[in-house]
């Protein structure tokens, strides 16, 4: 097994209460899963544990067998990379962005550049966005090309925090599609976060569902209500909202 979570729990620094409670699931290389639930109850939280941004307070992550806390976490994050919901390009031109943490393996001008070729055609990538920044990318231009910075590394994991979110119904599916794809001839191991349930029932293969700090579903996609599933989502907001506002 590629990725296993046993008991995990995480009660962040001045918190009184668990966030996440007795998190425990599996993914294999290839399989693709839908993390979903509502605002705030820990959804990019567990992503940032699976890229050891930071550390559970009980239970265990192993990465094929290993334990996370012996494996450095530069080694880890070359292995499990996470993309952002709100991405950066650290001042850099799109091309340079690509490029980096290729770098950082400390790979070849040619090979670089073969993986930046494969990889824009891949996303449909245009060449005129090669020497923009940040600045001149619209939001959805720069999830893109995010998405395409952290696929481009040939992780072992890929985590995705809302990876469409910017992006129109059409776009959207073109790059699931995309992702679909790449994970499963690539054998990567994908979790995305999304609220888009309708593109979700399409492109993941497993649906886990958070609540109440704690994973309330663990089902393969085909045995999934998604329509019912929507609906509970939507009403749990609600309540929460009002529960806020009073």
Not at 181 to 197: A, E
Request: net charge neutral.
């Amino acid at each position: 097994m590629l990725l296993k979570l046993e008991s995990l729990g995480y009660t962040p620094p001045n918190f009184t209460r668990q966030l996440l409670t007795d998190i425990s699931f599996s993914l294999a290389a290839g399989e693709c899963i839908t993390l979903t639930g509502i605002t705030g109850v820990g959804k990019s939280t567990l992503l940032r544990l699976l890229n050891r941004l930071c550390d559970p307070t009980s239970g265990q992550i192993l990465l094929n067998g290993k334990n996370y806390q012996t494996i450095s976490p530069v080694t880890l994050r070359q292995r499990v990379m996470l993309v952002s919901q709100e991405p950066k390009l650290l001042g850099m031109k799109v091309r340079e962005a690509l490029a980096y943490p290729l770098q950082l393996q400390s790979l070849g001008a040619e090979e670089i550049k073969q993986r930046i070729v494969t990889i824009t055609e891949q996303f449909e990538i245009p060449t005129d966005w090669f020497d923009r920044t940040e600045l001149q990318l619209s939001a959805g231009q720069k999830q893109i090309v995010s998405i395409a910075r952290g696929v481009i590394t040939q992780p072992q994991i890929l985590l995705l925090d809302e990876p469409i979110a910017n992006l129109d119904f059409t776009t959207a599916e073109r790059i699931l599609t995309t992702l679909t794809n790449i994970t499963r001839s690539k054998q990567i191991g994908t979790i995305v976060v999304n609220h888009q349930l309708e593109l979700a029932a399409r492109f993941s293969s497993r649906l886990l569902y958070l609540q109440d700090s704690k994973l309330f579903i663990d089902k393969v996609s085909t045995s999934v209500n998604w329509q019912d599933l929507q609906q509970q989502i939507r009403e749990s907001e609600a309540r929460s909202m009002s529960e806020w506002e009073e």
